[in-house]
T-cell receptor
Framework: DAKTTQPPSMDCAEGRAANLPCNHS???????VYWYRQIHSQGPQYIIH???NNETNEMASLIITEDRKSSTLILPHATLRDTAVYYC??????????????FGDGTTLTVKP | SAVISQKPSRDICQRGTSLTIQCQVD?????MFWYRQQPGQSLTLIAT?????????ESGFVIDKFPISRPNLTFSTLTVSNMSPEDSSIYLC???????????FGQGTRLTVV
């Protein structure tokens, strides 16, 4: 699996958009970008994933650059409950191996009142 | 989606003893994965557990220390053997459901070795 680089920490004001960047310059053509988050003392939670097109779901939006070497996770209206460690992962979308992921250090997002 | 139940949720154990962690999934899954998360750090994959075959361990992890069982398609156990304080971590199991490419994680087992 390709490696990713994320800033170690970010702050965001409550109600504002949180934009979390991720660099994955060695991503392969068949690898998707996945985002998970881990709220303190809980297991990681899936947020969103994409290949090359921008994706949006009820939790977030994912913007992938045209060269696919970086992406941004957007939480449109951050709340205090969005405070967590956010992990960006790249891997092929094989269903049986989806649980086998290489986690980097992630970004600790702190949403402040 | 998949609902994963891990037991125990936490435990405090004496050094030199062993603890078996259970992972139960509400649907049949081909592969289950065990991770360790040491305090303040990211997740590290310990091993992959297939039903009907021996687990595949990642570099730095061995079967004698972390034996794994996978008796059926919905259940797995991870044993942390001959524990030392360095084994104090959160242990998590993860699965992927056929046809779904994202992973689902249990809530973890917080182990403290004293």
């Amino acid at each position: 699996d390709a490696k990713t680089t994320q800033p170690p920490s970010m702050d965001c004001a409550e109600g504002r958009a949180a934009n979390l960047p991720c660099n994955h310059s060695t991503i392969s053509g068949n690898e998707y970008v996945y985002w998970y988050r881990q709220i303190h003392s809980q297991g990681p939670q899936y947020i969103i994933h994409g290949l090359k097109n921008n994706e949006t779901n009820e939790m977030a939006s994912l913007i992938i650059t045209e060269d696919r070497k970086s992406s941004t996770l957007i939480l449109p209206h951050a709340t205090l409950r969005d405070t967590a460690v956010y992990y960006c992962i790249v891997r092929a979308p094989t269903n049986t191996n989806a649980g086998k992921s290489t986690f980097g250090d992630g970004t600790t997002l702190t949403v402040k009142p | 989606s998949a609902v994963i139940s891990q037991k125990p949720s936490r435990d405090i154990c004496q050094r030199g003893t062993s603890l078996t962690i259970q992972c139960q999934v509400d649907s049949q899954v081909t592969m289950m994965f065990w991770y360790r998360q040491q305090p303040g750090q990211s997740l590290t994959l310990i091993a992959t557990a297939n039903q009907g075959s021996e687990a595949t361990y990642e570099s730095g992890f061995v079967i004698d220390k972390f034996p794994i069982s996978r008796p059926n398609l919905t259940f797995s156990t991870l044993t942390v053997s001959n524990m030392s304080p360095e084994d104090s971590s959160i242990y998590l199991c993860s699965v992927s459901v056929n046809g779904v490419s994202e992973a689902f994680f249990g809530q973890g087992t917080r182990l403290t070795v004293v």
